[in-house]
Every structure is written in C-alpha cells, then in structure tokens.
C-alpha cells in the first residue's frame, strides 16, 4: 500500500502575487458578492410585494409532510453543489 502523497499544487502564496493582481482578485471578489446580495434584495422584494412568498410560506408550513419536503430539497441542493465543487473539470483560466 503506498501512502505516499504528492504535492500537485505549486508552492504559492497570494501574498506574494504581484499588487496589480491582488486587488483585481479582491475587486472582483467584492463585485460578486455585491451583485449577489442585490439579487437577493430584488429576490425578496418581489416575494414580499407580490404576495408569493406569503403563498410559499403557507404551502411549506400547512402539509403534513411539506416541511419535510422542503428539508429534503435544501439536501439535494446541498449534494449537487458538493457534487460541483469537487468536480475535476473547471473553466480556464
């Protein structure tokens, strides 16, 4: 049995990547996360004006088993996005 590992990964900091690509990482980093919560306001703006989420709300909550449907979902998206993050194929860079 060989339990030898092998190191695939250069041995590189972001620290000491040159200052121009820093902050190009960190301001696409921050716009991500901007562009993100503001989808996520809009999101739930829309659910509250238009009545759906209260509708959603009532949907999981009245059921005998809707609230366990909804846990089962938030799973199978849990697994499908662990399912994509340890995939080996990613974009070029």
């Not at 209260?54 to 999981?60: G, K, P, S, V």
């Not at 909550?61 to 366990?68: E, I, K, N, Q």
Request: a negative charge; glycine letters at 8%; proline letters at 1%.
């Amino acid at each position: 049995m060989n339990t030898t590992f092998e190191n695939t990964y250069d041995n590189y900091s972001a620290a000491e990547a040159l200052p121009e690509e820093r902050a190009s990482f960190i301001r696409k980093t921050y716009a991500h996360l901007a562009g993100a919560v503001l989808i996520f306001i809009l999101m739930e703006a829309y659910l509250i004006n238009s009545g759906a989420g209260l509708w959603i709300a009532q949907t999981m909550l009245g059921g005998r088993f809707s609230w366990l449907i909804v846990l089962g979902a938030f799973m199978g998206v849990s697994m499908l996005a662990t399912w994509w993050a340890n995939s080996q194929t990613s974009k070029a860079m």
